[in-house]
């Protein structure tokens, strides 16, 4: 078994200033042949890889922190770090690097990077001048002291010098015991010099002056001189905040006083980075970066001890679940949970994964399930951040939970369907809340994190259930909102008797365009299911009511659904809308605004211009059939007469297609190669027939299609048909007497060459062609 003293973890430093962990291993230092020195090697504890190879270089500035911390760079914007398990092998390694160096091991920093300039300068001061002198730790020598400390700022070296300095003989310790003497004569100058003092020592950068600067006995201290900024006419209270009003809540006694002592001492610490010292300019940005990193290594620590301890664990989550622990309890134990998370965000992946996995085991979804249906707002909201952290994290693990729960169990109660009432419920007049939660929904059901290889079942299962068990909840309201159009009449003339909810009121508008967002983003990434939700619910016909809503921002997301759906280019869907005569909300909604040139009327146009451009036949053909005479009034685009167009040509081939069937059969056996060459023209042809049921289009237009006509029969031509078999069946009768069904030229009737299911094409010739009749099957070769 590997030195403990030896273990540690690899951090680099990224782009966003924050620390990325590159794996825990055992670290050594050796000659590496192939980099001529010695240097620093990291192997993994997991498989022995290199996680680490670094020369330990001359003139590179190593720096020690916080006795397990050792830091340098090695090229420009590249920082390393390495986090030691235990000080004795941090000092080793230091060691180790000072001797390389021919270094002081008691120094925290082996070297600063200085220009070529100040170098020169510095070499030729006498050899005392390297040692800055403290004038001593006395009230009237405190604007000496700050004068001092604040021309260091723009020296490494000077700096360097300052930090030892401060470090000696305590006295940091006694310039805060003078702020106590200050405060108690209400010596304002002394006061006002001991924050410019304070302030600069931050600017050192200097994580051994932290030590003792954020120690128990010194961080308030630290506190109260920050509190007398020259600049502000009254001191700010920062100690009395931090004393009297937040409050440190033990939700379970913690038992281990390191821990606790480290969480106040982290609270504080951030709290004097984010509030009380002022945005750091961007030539101070990197004075602060060792107070940064201070905070990040103290959040690690914290969330590690934690999760370790498995009993303090398990008791939160045993009173959280507890039906009778009280409301005020359960909201501590939430908020808990809520910052425990949000420290974990400080973890690098693998480690994270390990945390939540950890939650997991321990039931989070579970506890999450139970309290994110209660009452208390508070406790919802902590929950929904939880929530969303392990969303975020691992949406497979919430789906994997999801599918667990037990089926014979009330649907209301499944997670998601509590996520989903949630998000309806949502008492927030902008519905925050709501647009958070529909967030997460959203990634929940999308497939493109459901690839994972380890489960490839997962997309399928997880969607059939989510239509099975939680789709019915989510539309419910848009459904209970849209009746149908008669009851969106009533509602526009004020009647609620059936539905206390107006789909006007501004709050539900606005929850119906997040759930009509939610499905336009299933229609485009679940093909087959939502298909077969939106026909068996006629759920466009429901979603179409809403083009009459006086709010433009919800009838734009009805038309957006229908846009997706049509721009699936699926023939089903096609042929739904045509036979539910779908486009009439749409082109009323569009002869309603008018000649407003507005978002509305654009994307109306967008729609067809899509069909236009698309030659989306089946939908062209409906759409000049039945709705041109209410159209063709609009000119100010050449959308619609386009669509004319292609209607055109298109009937146009279909004619010329017919009168190839009705050529003399003289020429059949010339031209019958080069027809069933043509098999595939045909049966588009034969496609776009079938999908123009003309016997359902109305025949009469007015500014709002004023009526519908009853459905008329007719005796129409029909054209080769393909019988179950493949084969295609043909008739051909040339005489009159035939071609009206009549006897041959024998006396007796033409035999029938159809199947059961299958109809004869006739073909009618002039009468006076003689009498010829042709029967026979043809197999096409597929």
Known sequence: MSDTRRRVKVYTLNEDRQWDDRGTGHVSSTFVERLKGISLLVRAESDGSLLLESKISPNTAYQKQQDTLIVWSEAENYDLALSFQEKAGCDEIWEKICQVQGKDPALEITQDPIDESEEERFEEMPETSHLVELPPCELARLEEIADLVTSVLSSPIRREKLALALMSEGYMKKLLQLFQVCEDLDNREGLHHLYEIVRGVL??????????????????????????????????????????????????????????????????????????????????????????????????????????????????????????TEDGKRRELVNFFKEFCAFSQTLQPQNRDAFFKTLANLGILSALEIVMGMDDLQVRAAATDIFSYLVEFSPSMVREFVMQEPQQTDDDVLLINVVIKQMICDSDPELGGAVQLMGLLRTLIDPENMLAPTNKTEKTEFLSFFYKYCMQVLTAPLLANTVDDKHSKDLQEGSTKINPVCPDNFQTAQLLALILELLTFCVEHHTYHIKTYIMNKDLLRRVLVLMNSKHTFLALCALRFMRRIIGQKDEYYNRYIIKGNLFEPVISTLLDNGTRYNLLNSAIIELFEFIKVEDIKSLIAHIIDNYYKALESIEYVQTFKGLKGRYEQEKDRQTQRLNRYRRDPRTLDEDEEMWFNEDEDDDEGEAIEKSRPEEEFPESYGKYIEAKKVKESEDKENFPKRTPTGSFKFTFSHSTGAANGTNGANGKPAASTTSPNSSPVKSTASPATPVVKVSFPCQLPF
């Not at 033990?250 to 821990?259: C, G, Y």
């Not at 004097?272 to 690690?300: A, C, G, R």
């Open 203 to 324: 600017f050192l950068n200097k994580a051994a002056l932290f030590e003792v600067m954020f120690s128990d006995d010194c961080i308030m201290d630290v506190v109260g001189c920050l509190e007398y900024d020259p600049a502000l006419v009254q001191p700010k209270r920062h100690r009395e905040f931090l004393t009297k009003t937040a409050k440190f809540k033990e939700v379970i006694p913690i038992t281990d006083s390191e821990l606790r002592q480290k969480i106040h001492q982290t609270y504080r610490v951030q709290y004097i980075q984010d509030i009380i010292l002022p945005t750091p300019s961007v030539f101070e940005e990197n004075f602060l970066s060792t107070l940064t990193s201070f905070i990040f290594f103290n959040k690690v620590e914290i969330v590690s001890m934690l999760q370790e301890d498995e009993k303090f664990l398990t008791e939160v989550f045993a009173q959280l679940t507890d039906e009778a």
